[in-house]
Structures are given as structure tokens and as C-alpha cells.
């Protein structure tokens, strides 16, 4: 049977490309001997169902323990109505339990009990039932929410002391957030703010990226069974690019081997990693959509947004800085610092932010275009500057971050450009004072510096040069636009003000200067 890579779900031996699934969860066997109750908390889609499957049947195949995994998700749907969620989870678990363990070992008839005693009740007859200690692995625990999920974890808690006879031996939740990031009001941002209900837990655990090397462990198996060769380089850059996120390295594979490249003979290079890059953004699966609602909490914006324009962080409360990190948006870089978590999600956060902003677009004609289909710098400026007066005031009332709201419109404005068969890439970092951004069209290459004029600040236009300076020799270029938003207040209309300049930056390289 032929195998693939997994971009959905928990991976299978049998048809996917898959490493050891325990290796990057060391130690658990050692928590379950302590009869340890626990959490496993790391972003999705990086193995965490994978992992705690296949433990949970190494456990049981060795004869010691009766361990199953079981999901807490379809209680998600009766938010105020534990009793509900109860019955509803029950029945799921029962389900797993028969499909994943031998007959011995079943679970009994789960025991009538009153909403919100349901679950403790069947654990524990389920416990003093089984022959062998009860190990249970409690998936999509942070789906719950509200009476829910506090009865739920109220229930895991009281029952704890019986272990192992009257309850489970050991005991996981697994999902996205640590426990005092679980949600209590629907839709909301409400926190524990505690690890209490579950002030049991001996451990908090997450799970860790490839590393490089495990990168190419996993592409080699793709090797193996096809002869198709990925080149040394194309690993690191996928590496690279990645950080080793799981389902990156996964999706990158994917689209190269399915649908790039799809005759086996042919080598996999590093410059088909950077198409199937380029096609994940614009194309937002399933995974980089989901960082959308994400990225509208509160908390998070208070990173994320001035991270974008390269501003220092106000004083963010260290758990909301590990919050990001849980959650897989960010990381703490070699050199120090908060950091986007890898390239390709410091591409798709602000696509995802300028969404709103791009769909507001009125409709513009590509005049930036020659007859034959080049880009025309100087009739790009032009086209921008038009919009940019006509268009720029309402505009910014519909991207969702106040601050970065300027730099989101223009980058949907330059998506409309890049449409049609071109790349933008953009960089920015924690103190910077700036984003950049790389317009790439056919043989045109367009790099913009951009800045804002805050409030009691100097014109930035000296620091903004010097910049570009230095992001235009990176990129081999003579000529590029630094564009100043001014946020100053008592300004006349976006219209008004809007103008142009000529410029020469220290190294005497001539640039276009936008204020707006």
C-alpha cells in the first residue's frame, strides 16, 4: 500500500509517513508508574493524538495497564448542560473503548449517576472493573467550556484520591492551551487564570518540533518508498522555513510530491520548497485559517500587533507571552526575544489580518501592467497613490488592528498586484521600528521601507532611509519606496496629505519618499 504525507488527523503507520511518535514525549511511562495525572498542551496539528494513540496501545499490547484514549469533543456542543455533555461523551467513549481494546478489557455498563457526577461515576466503576490499572488520555479537553468543563475537571479532581482501585491510575488532558488558558465563557476570553479544578496535575508537558534532522528522516522515508530524492538543501530549507512545525513539513511535502512534481524520477530542489511555500500562504488550509479567530484575542493582539511594525512590547504579563508560544504563533529566538514562530507564519499572520482590508478593495484596473505583462514601477506608485486618497480613510476602518492599520491596507492593495503573478514578502521584528516589504513581479523586484509618524515623534524620514539602506543592499537593489504613515493628530484628510518626494539614502541610492 502506498503512503503518504498527513495533513489531516492523526497519522496511521500503514498509509502515512510518520517518525516515532513517542520520541518527542519522553518520560510519560515514567508519570504513568507515578500514577501522575497531567496535561499535554502543544499547538495543533503537531502529533498529539498520533502520540498519545500510540502510546495508550504500547501500553496495553505490554500487558500492564488498560489505556485508552478517549475525546472529550462532542461535549463541546452542550456548553450549559453538563449532564448533556456527559451522556453525549460517555457514549464516544464507550465507542473508542470497544474499537481500541480487546474484549477483556472493555469497559462495564457505565452506572446511572446525576448530571455533573456522570463521568467521575464511570471512571470509577470502570477502574474497580478493569483488570489491570486504568490509563485514560482525555483529547480535545480545551473544547469545553463554561459549567462544562469546570464539572468535568471538579469530577476528575474529586476522584483523583481513589487511584488506582476506585479511579484511573493515570490520567492526561490533551489539547492546545495549558489548563488555566481553557476558556469559561462561550466564544469568549474569560480564562481559569488557575490550574485549578485540576491542581492535580504533577506536569504540564508540550511537544516539541522536528529538528532538522528529523526533517529528513521523515522526507528520506518518502525516498525510500518512491526513489524520489529530495536534495540536501531543499530539506534545510524546508526546515527553515518551517521551524520543524509538523504539519508544515507535512504540507510542503504534500503539495511538492502530489502535485509539482509527481514523476518520481525527477528531483525535489529547493526552488520547488519555495512554490509549495508561496502556495500554502495564498492558499490558507485549513490549519493557517484557523489562526484567524486566534489572532482577534485580545492577548494576542497585544503581541502580535506591534510585533508586525517592529515595536517593543508593552509590559505583557509573562503568561500571556507563554500563551503564544503554547499556542505555536511564537517563539523564543537563539538570539533572545520573542520572535514570529517560523517564516511562513510571519507571511501568513499579516495575509491573515489584511483579509478584511482586501475584501473591502473597490475594483482596480492593473494599469501597473505594460502591454506585455511587466511591471511598471512608476505606474504602480501612481496607481497606489490614487487609491490610496480615494480609498485610504475608510479603508483603514475596516482592518482589524488599529495600529498596523495603514501597512494592512497597502498590503492588500500590493496582493491585488501580486495576484496576478507575483510574490510579497515582509519582514519585521521585536524593536526594529519598521516592516519591509519585498514586491516581486516576473524580473522586477520592489522593496518598501515602511514607517509611522506617531504622535510627539520626529519626522522618521532620516531613520527610514538608513534602513532602507541597509534592506536594499541585502537585496542587491538600487531603488526602492520608503512610505511614512502619519498618525500624528489634527491631520487634514488622508487626501490632502498624501504626497511624494525624491530622496537619497546615506549610500546615495535614490528613492521614492510616500507620505500619506
Excluded at 44 to 49: A, H
Excluded at 288 to 304: G, K, N, T, Y
Amino acid at each position: 500500500m502506498p503512503k503518504w504525507f498527513n495533513t489531516a488527523g492523526p497519522c496511521k503507520a500503514d498509509i502515512h509517513y510518520m517518525l516515532p511518535p513517542l520520541t518527542r514525549l519522553p518520560q510519560l511511562e515514567r508519570l504513568i508508574e507515578q500514577q501522575g495525572y497531567f496535561v499535554i498542551h502543544a499547538p495543533r496539528q503537531t502529533g498529539k493524538t498520533t502520540a498519545m494513540l500510540a502510546l495508550a496501545q504500547h501500553l496495553t499490547a505490554i500487558g500492564q495497564y488498560t489505556a485508552v484514549m478517549v475525546s472529550a469533543e462532542v461535549g463541546a456542543a452542550f456548553p450549559h448542560d453538563p449532564g448533556a455533555a456527559e451522556k453525549a461523551m460517555l457514549d464516544a467513549w464507550n465507542d473508542d473503548a470497544t474499537f481500541w481494546l480487546p474484549p477483556e478489557l472493555y469497559p462495564p455498563e457505565f452506572p446511572v449517576s446525576e448530571p455533573g457526577r456522570q463521568i467521575g461515576a464511570a471512571l470509577s466503576a470502570w477502574a474497580q472493573q478493569s483488570s489491570r490499572p486504568l490509563v485514560v488520555f482525555i483529547d480535545e479537553i480545551d473544547s469545553l467550556q463554561d459549567e462544562t468543563l469546570i464539572s468535568v475537571l471538579r469530577q476528575l479532581r474529586n476522584g483523583y484520591p481513589k487511584r488506582p482501585n476506585g479511579f484511573p491510575q493515570a490520567l492526561a488532558l490533551i489539547g492546545v492551551r495549558d489548563v488555566r488558558d481553557y476558556k469559561l465563557a462561550s466564544g469568549g476570553s474569560r480564562r481559569l487564570n488557575t490550574s485549578s479544578p485540576f491542581n492535580i496535575k504533577i506536569k504540564s508537558l508540550t511537544l516539541r518540533n522536528f529538528t532538522c534532522t528529523e526533517v529528513a528522516q521523515l522526507y528520506e522515508q518518502h525516498t525510500t518508498e518512491t526513489g524520489q530524492v529530495f536534495e540536501r538543501e531543499a530539506v534545510e530549507r524546508a526546515f527553515g522555513l518551517t521551524q520543524g512545525q509538523p504539519w508544515l513539513v507535512n504540507a510542503l511535502a504534500k503539495e511538492i510530491v502530489e502535485e509539482l512534481v509527481t514523476e518520481p524520477t525527477q528531483l525535489i530542489t529547493v526552488d520547488h520548497i519555495e512554490t509549495a511555500k508561496e502556495i500554502l500562504i495564498q492558499r490558507q488550509d485549513t490549519h493557517l485559517d484557523s489562526l484567524a479567530s486566534i489572532l482577534r484575542e485580545d492577548r494576542v493582539r497585544a503581541v502580535i500587533e506591534p510585533m508586525l511594525i517592529g515595536q517593543e512590547l508593552a509590559d505583557i504579563p509573562q503568561d500571556d507571552l507563554q500563551f503564544l508560544i503554547d499556542l505555536g504563533l511564537c517563539r523564543m529566538s537563539s538570539q533572545g526575544g520573542l520572535a514570529i514562530a517560523n517564516p511562513i507564519y510571519q507571511e501568513v499572520l499579516p495575509l491573515v489580518l489584511s483579509q478584511t482590508p482586501q475584501a473591502s478593495l473597490p475594483q482596480i484596473s492593473p494599469s501597473w501592467l505594460t502591454p506585455e505583462g511587466k511591471l511598471d514601477q512608476e505606474q504602480l506608485l501612481q496607481a497606489f497613490l490614487s487609491f490610496w486618497r480615494q480609498h485610504g480613510e475608510p479603508l483603514l476602518k475596516s482592518a482589524p488592528y488599529h495600529e498596523i492599520a495603514p501597512h494592512l491596507v497597502l498590503m492588500a492593495f500590493l496582493h491585488r498586484v501580486v495576484n496576478g503573478g507575483g510574490t510579497l514578502e515582509r519582514e519585521y521584528a521585536i524593536g526594529s521600528d519598521r516592516m519591509d516589504l519585498c514586491l516581486r513581479y516576473g524580473d522586477v523586484t520592489l522593496a518598501m521601507e515602511l514607517k509611522v509618524w506617531r504622535q510627539g515623534r520626529p519626522d522618521p524620514i532620516q531613520a527610514g532611509l538608513d534602513q532602507l539602506d541597509r534592506y536594499l543592499a541585502g537585496l542587491g537593489l538600487e531603488t526602492g519606496w520608503l512610505v511614512i504613515f502619519d498618525q500624528r493628530q489634527g491631520l487634514p484628510p488622508i487626501a490632502e496629505r498624501t504626497t511624494t518626494e525624491s530622496a537619497k539614502t546615506p549610500c546615495d541610492r535614490p528613492v521614492v519618499v510616500i507620505r500619506g
